[in-house]
């Protein structure tokens, strides 16, 4: 061969090198300057997971520090479907620790589309422990809490619940969000190549919720719940719900409701039993409205206790007759008959002195028509029909509680204002958050302090000798009304056979130091406030002054009342 073709090879021979030389310095450049940091980030996400630690939720707790609602460690446990290299025998293994269904984790554990997946949402953490001792490759684990509630179900319709990820639902959970939810942390994991945890090389701490006094006493919340479920039991009715607040400072004690629920089994309870009816819910309140009726005349001085009044059997308002609830003749009662034996026909009367203007504007002073603005989601405002829409008639059938919509707690509130000495207060079921007060509202004077202290002597008279007999308790004075409503048919008229049966009473009565409100709907076997609620009352009312310790202040009537 000559020499001449011999370099002309190697000469192509060495261009074939230079060019591949070339090329292979170009796919390193490529790799390492101009995909270097895309590849670098790559491998790191390969061997390095962040994984979100979610925050502690603040603990709800009672006025005396009790545990209402607590958070509970628990082990939320992840797979990388990608890096198991062996989804059979790991679903196997976590149905024998965990008790998940293969039928249902297999398929997850196989996508391998995702690089992310959960293999159990807050298990039990020894179980957990187990199964991460196995050292299953693509498998992570970090703690999580599960929100609990300590006492099941008491007070379980004011604290509502908070889901899978630890957020406010219902009830209170939902409407303190901002305070219970803390900020999430991070956790950046260093793995094995196969996708075992080596090490925790970053940790962003995660900052906890703030926690909630509230004003509920979980002793009288349990009591007033068990006294409601034997009221609905023993007489078959619907619902019950009860408020005891104390009149000075609008603080809630309890605000019970029946039938009630566990907390704990929130998701799987009905919809209707997990309403805080005291507050969503209203009814017509029928005589224990005449509380404001009485109340306007006298601040009017339109009326005071003593005159009488010649009151027939029935009074005719424009095209409505309008009866007592008991038959009776023709009789002469002054104010404190009528409010003591809840006079229908009396306290119209007084209302027709009133006139409807300066009675609609009473309503309103007494806050109906309108929330309360109590520190809980939902609040009804009730219904007050307003002045322009009133007809003939409304004269005659607003004044004793029908034709208006009150909530439990718009009642109790209402006869605040008799036991404070005048004044109406705003209920509140926070006390505090995170150590700090949380300030109450000034309440707004209604009527002077000598009309309510008239008021709560004829209310005295009601359980001495009126309607509200069976509200007595023995040792100490109490004040009252009772009230019976009929509900209204879907027809539009008044039921025959559905009514609403409540009793308010102030505790002692003496000095007021509690408000409280039970309601019953729907009895059955009965229909009046007297008989029905009334029993209700005393026996919660009965637990709380003694588990309060408020002295007696009618010892003698100890061994006369039973």
């Known amino acids: 061969m000559k020499p001449a073709a011999t370099n002309r090879r190697i000469g192509l021979l060495a261009a074939v090198f230079l060019v591949l030389l070339a090329a292979a310095l170009g796919r390193a450049v490529w790799l390492q300057v101009i995909k270097g940091p895309e590849y670098a980030a790559m491998a790191v996400r390969q061997h390095r997971e962040t994984v979100v630690v979610p925050a ?16 509970k460690l628990t082990t939320t446990i992840y797979a990388n479907p990608r890096q198991v290299d062996d989804a059979r025998d790991l679903t196997l293994a ?22 992310f997946v959960y293999v159990a949402r807050k298990a039990d953490p020894r179980k957990a422990e187990k199964l991460e001792k196995l050292g299953y ?51 950046t994991i260093v793995k094995d190549p196969f996708g075992r945890a080596l090490d925790v090389v970053e940790t962003k701490t995660e900052t906890p919720g703030k926690d909630v006094r509230l004003t509920i006493d979980r002793q009288i919340q349990a009591n007033a719940e068990e006294i409601l479920a034997e009221t609905v039991r023993r007489w078959s009715a619907n619902s019950a719900t009860a408020v005891v607040m104390d009149p000075q400072t609008g603080a809630v004690l309890a605000m019970a409701t029946a039938p009630r629920f566990n907390a ?43 005159p009488s009044f010649r009151l027939p059997p029935s009074l005719k308002v ?48 007494f806050g109906f028509g309108k929330s309360t603005g109590i520190d809980f989601p939902g609040e009804s405002a009730g219904f007050a029909l307003p002045l322009d829409q009133w007809s003939g008639s409304t004269i005659g059938t607003v004044p004793i509680g029908h034709g208006i919509a009150v909530t439990p707690v718009q009642m109790a509130r209402a006869y605040s204002v008799i036991a404070n000495g005048g004044t109406l207060v705003r209920p509140h079921l926070i006390d ?38 069976q509200a007595a308790i023995p040792g100490y004075t109490v004040a009252g009304k ?37 309601m019953v709907d729907e009895p059955r076997g009965g229909i009046y406030g007297g008989d029905i609620a009334a029993p209700a009352f005393r026996e919660i009312a009965r637990f709380n002054l003694q588990y309060l310790e408020i002295p007696q202040d009618a010892p003698k009537t100890s061994s006369t009342l039973r």
Do not use: C
């Not at 502690?56 to 958070?71: H, K, M």
């Not at 929130?266 to 224990?288: C, H, I, K, M, Q």
């Open 56 to 71: 502690g939720r603040g603990t709800i707790v009672d006025r005396n520090g009790e545990p209402l609602a607590i958070g």
């Open 94 to 115: 976590v149905g024998k620790h965990l008790g998940a269904d293969p039928a249902e984790l297999y398929p997850t554990l196989t996508d391998r589309s995702r690089g």
């Open 137 to 187: 490759a693509g498998l992570g684990f970090y703690p999580e809490e599960l929100r609990f509630y300590p006492q099941g179900p008491v007070a379980a319709q004011i604290l509502g619940y908070a889901g899978l990820d630890n957020k406010g639902l219902e009830g209170l959970e939902r409407s303190l969000e901002g305070a219970l939810a803390g900020k999430p942390g991070s956790q």
């Open 264 to 306: 704990n089994r929130f998701p799987t309870t009905r919809a209707d039993r997990r309403r805080n009816r005291a507050v969503t819910d209203t009814y017509e309140p029928g005589s224990t409205f005449k509380l404001v009726t009485v109340a306007a005349g006298l601040q009017e001085g339109i009326v005071n206790p003593r």
């Open 318 to 365: 424009a095209d409505r007759t309008i009866r007592e609830a008991h038959t009776r003749g023709t009789e002469r009662m002054t104010v404190r008959q009528i409010v003591e034996y809840s006079s229908n026909i009396g306290t119209i009367t007084i209302a027709q002195r009133l006139g409807e203007g300066r009675l609609a504007s009473w309503i309103d002073r």
């Open 432 to 469: 505090r958050i995170d150590g700090t007060n949380v300030a109450a509202k000034k309440g707004r004077r209604v009527v002077s302090r000598g009309v309510a202290e008239q008021m709560l002597s004829m209310l005295r008279g009601v359980v001495v000798e009126g309607t509200g007999t």
């Open 482 to 518: 009772t009230g019976t409503a009929a509900k209204i048919d879907p027809d539009g008229r008044y039921s025959t056979s559905r009514y609403v049966a409540s009793f308010v009473g102030l505790v002692p009565a003496s000095k007021p130091k509690l408000v409280v409100m039970v």
